[in-house]
């Protein structure tokens, strides 16, 4: 078992974890570009019968 699983953890909140301790580990010049590509933008549609019955963006 992966020690991310083992800790409650899912891949997607691993990665980003791991993503964060990796941009501030940076120097300052490059820390700067990496938080330019940081954000991110996620689109929730939750589907019932086939169709989609509620949209969400974060």
Do not use: C, V
Not at 9 to 34: P, V
């Amino acid at each position: 078992m992966s020690a991310w699983r083992a800790a409650g953890l899912n891949y997607i909140n691993f990665s980003n974890i791991a993503a964060k301790l990796l941009r501030q580990a940076l120097k300052a010049d490059l820390r700067a570009e990496a938080d330019k590509r940081s954000g991110t933008h996620i689109k929730i549609t939750k589907w019932q019968e086939g169709k989609p019955i509620k949209e969400s963006t974060y």
